[in-house]
């Protein structure tokens, strides 16, 4: 009996923890469904669905310090799931600063895409804060981020600040910095929230990008969205900057993600399954 019910443990343990690990996850992004979809028509030179993560130098630190960072966990173990049986959650702690990020007042824990500025494209992802997630402010916490592949700043940003979640467009897109709350911060505790983006990328005037939370049309941008001739990156996780501007050490931040959808129409991102007709959402302006 006893050494059933060592099996039985040990197997519970191993459920947990497969995906435990940067590399492992990073291995399983590619072709987990039931968390990320349509990045397999994502290309980035001559490779497609290339998942990384950022900053690189967290692949050459001491692994034994980073198992908390990043992992694919289950519902069955009673973790926050959108759809499906699993999702992904990042943990950011102080000190959580690798490479060019721990040189420049930063701490992160991140996953990227390129490049997903191809003409007109659908974006969604959705994202669960713990009821205990902190607020750092006016430290900053950035949970999403369109970035251009060169060294202009992210040109679409989606931040958790004071009040709640925020959009910010860079001065380099707009002409002038930009930003807006979609979320009011009580209503991103301890609850999925959706995020949908459809947007035209072109370095002319005629570009566009709309964002809808919860099935509501919360922004609609029209212009330049980026430079001529630059990709643009999607990026998920936890980016703490700034810390200097709080007297620390910052508190744990934890942010769960699923849902991570990506495609060339809103019909072939399947939103009805989270309960949104595509229908209803093109008919806002």
């Not at 519970?12 to 492992?24: K, P, S």
């Not at 002319?204 to 001739?229: C, D, S």
């Not at 990506?262 to 093109?282: M, Q, V």
Request: net charge positive; aromatic share 12%; hydrophobic share 35%.
């Amino acid at each position: 009996m006893k050494k059933i019910l060592g099996i039985v443990v040990l197997s519970l343990l191993i459920c947990e923890n497969v995906f435990a690990g940067v590399e492992e996850v990073l291995k399983e992004i590619k072709k987990n469904k039931d968390i990320v979809q349509g990045f397999d028509k994502v290309k980035e030179f001559d490779t497609w669905n290339e998942w990384r993560v950022t900053p690189k130098a967290i692949l050459k630190s001491d692994k034994s310090k980073r198992q908390h960072i990043v992992k694919i966990v289950n519902k069955s173990d009673n973790h926050p799931v959108r759809f499906g049986k699993q999702s992904l959650r990042f943990e950011v702690r102080n000190g959580d600063g690798w490479g060019w990020d721990a040189r420049n007042d930063r701490e992160r824990s991140e996953l990227l895409i390129c490049c997903v500025n191809k003409e007109t494209t659908w974006t969604a992802w959705s994202v669960y804060l713990p009821l205990d997630h902190k607020i750092i402010y006016p430290a900053n916490t950035m949970l999403a981020q369109f970035h251009n592949d060169a060294d202009n700043p992210p040109a679409f940003a989606f931040n958790n600040k004071k009040g709640g979640y925020w959009i910010s467009i860079d001065e380099y897109i707009w002409g002038q910095y930009y930003e807006r709350k979609l979320i009011d911060h009580l209503d991103t505790l301890g609850e999925w929230n959706d995020i949908l983006v459809n947007a035209k990328w072109t370095h002319k005037k005629n570009g566009f990008f709309k964002i809808w939370i919860n099935g509501k049309l919360a922004l609609h941008y029209k212009g330049m969205t980026q430079e001529k001739g630059e990709n643009m990156e999607f990026h998920v996780g936890i980016y703490r900057s700034f810390l200097s501007r709080t007297p620390g050490p910052d508190k744990t931040q934890i942010a769960y993600y699923d849902e991570i959808r990506h495609a060339k129409t809103c019909k072939k991102l399947k939103i009805n399954d989270l309960g949104y007709s595509c229908k209803d959402i093109e008919n806002q302006n």
